[in-house]
């Protein structure tokens, strides 16, 4: 779909949309309707309000309302061969705030879930340390723990959305990511109780599950800022984000935060051999591949409206609303456009700004019911700006699966409803 498509929108508009004004809306756009005679919503007695409901007994551990049933992780099964080496996505146009619920969040196994009994776990550090050890999971407990909110994106994260627009929503091109706050221990106290030898540089990393999936960590990295987590918003990692312990890599790619952690290895040079690691590269037009980008680099997209979440209520007050990010550090800045990067606006972070971790921004836009064109930019703390998808294929060509960070464009049609489109 090309940007010519675009119906018109008179010059006063873009001289709003210039000078910042908007979001600033004339009264009277937002608000309720007049009352009216004969709502039933208002006049009738509904059945929660004439009988008592549910007791405290009825649900030991708390469901979402049944109207939110459809708020839910979706897998696309043509993607994969089979379910159990696969993924799913977050319903991400569903969602608000920076948190994602642990039931919401992607999953993405190489054998389904380690179904594991924490007495029978252990987590085994050996290599080139001054001795090697075993830990129980009680063991780990008494380390000095903390707290820390970050954001993992998967490396192929709207992988499928290089060649040209694919899939219709943002559940889908964008849902290979999670926030959640981490409870655990620093890797590097855990490492410091082992003793690192002098020359281990390298730490190979390795999962407990059918796929044993391990991944090499620079060690710099590992004493840095990587966790051993084992609660995830304040209550034990869910099975399939690698119960009892996984690893957290802040910023770097979702393939390094080995799930179900049971080993740690200290080597003195990537263990190249092992798939995993050698798979996450980049392959570019001139057959050459890029390695170690293990950092996911400034991205965002709005969320809403995007096809999922299409405008219901017409002309009027919308409330734009989308997700940044970036592996190297916090986004300073978004940008928001609603005629395909002609005219920009800086929408509004709210909530916490956090390093590596999930921002949400919104844009109140006074909808005058033409089509849009929606984008959404961001710019992170180190001055990165989140690039057009033209931009990256200059760059690296298109056969890429990795690291898609380009701009997404949602097509809104006059009658609210929204597509996955390219435009350039
Ligand atoms: N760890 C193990 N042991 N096995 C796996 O299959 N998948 C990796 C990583 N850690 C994987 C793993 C990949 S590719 C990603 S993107 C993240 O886990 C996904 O984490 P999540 O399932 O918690 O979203
Ligand atoms: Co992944």
Wanted: charged content about 20%; glycine content about 10%; overall charge neutral.
């Amino acid at each position: 779909m090309s940007q010519s498509n675009e119906s018109a929108q008179g010059p006063s508009r873009r001289r709003l949309l210039k000078a910042g004004l908007a979001g600033t809306l004339a009264g009277g756009l937002v608000t309720g309707r007049a009352l009216a005679a004969g709502d039933p919503a208002i006049t009738d007695i509904q059945d929660w309000n004439r009988y008592s409901g549910p007791g405290v007994d009825a649900q030991p551990y708390g469901t979402p309302s049944p109207y939110e049933k459809t708020v839910i992780r979706r897998n696309v099964p043509w993607l994969t061969a089979d379910p159990v080496s696969s993924v799913n996505f977050t319903p991400l146009h569903a969602l608000d705030g920076i948190i994602t619920p642990n039931g919401l969040c992607f999953e993405r196994h190489h054998a389904g879930v380690a179904e594991i009994d924490p007495a029978a776990h252990r987590l085994m550090i050996n290599g080139l340390v001054e001795t090697p050890l075993v830990f129980t999971m009680a063991d780990l407990a008494r380390f000095p723990r903390t707290n820390r909110i970050y954001f993992l994106e998967c490396a192929a994260n709207s992988g499928m959305e290089w060649r040209g627009a694919q899939l219709n929503g943002c559940q889908f091109t964008h849902g290979m990511v999670h926030c959640v706050m981490y409870t655990g221990v620093p890797l590097r106290a855990v490492l410091a109780e082992a003793g690192l030898k002098p020359g281990a540089t390298w730490l190979l990393a390795e999962g407990a599950d059918a796929a044993a999936m391990t991944r090499s960590i620079p060690l710099e990295k590992a004493l840095d800022d990587c966790m051993i987590a084992f609660a995830m918003n304040g209550e034990a990692l869910r099975p399939e984000q690698g119960y009892p312990i996984r690893l957290v890599v802040p910023g770097w790619e979702g393939n390094m935060w080995v799930k179900w952690l049971r080993r740690l290895e200290l080597g003195d040079q990537p263990w190249q051999q092992r798939e995993e690691t050698s798979k996450y590269t980049d392959l570019l037009a001139s057959g050459k591949a890029r390695r170690f980008t293990w950092a996911m680099e400034v991205k965002s997209v709005i969320t809403s409206p995007s096809p999922q979440a299409p405008v219901r209520h017409g002309r009027g007050r919308l409330v734009i609303s989308g997700l940044a990010w970036t592996g190297n550090g916090r986004i300073a800045q978004v940008d928001v456009t609603i005629d395909g990067g002609r005219n920009w606006t800086a929408a509004r972070i709210d909530g916490p700004s956090l390093p590596h971790a999930l921002h949400r921004f919104y844009l109140e836009h006074d909808w005058d019911g033409s089509a849009l064109f929606l984008q959404s930019r961001a710019i992170d703390e180190k001055g990165y700006v989140q690039p057009t998808k033209d931009a990256l294929r200059a760059a690296r060509g298109s056969n890429s699966i990795y690291h898609n960070n380009g701009i997404q464009t949602w097509y809104v049609g006059t009658d609210g409803v929204v597509e996955n489109v390219e435009i350039s």
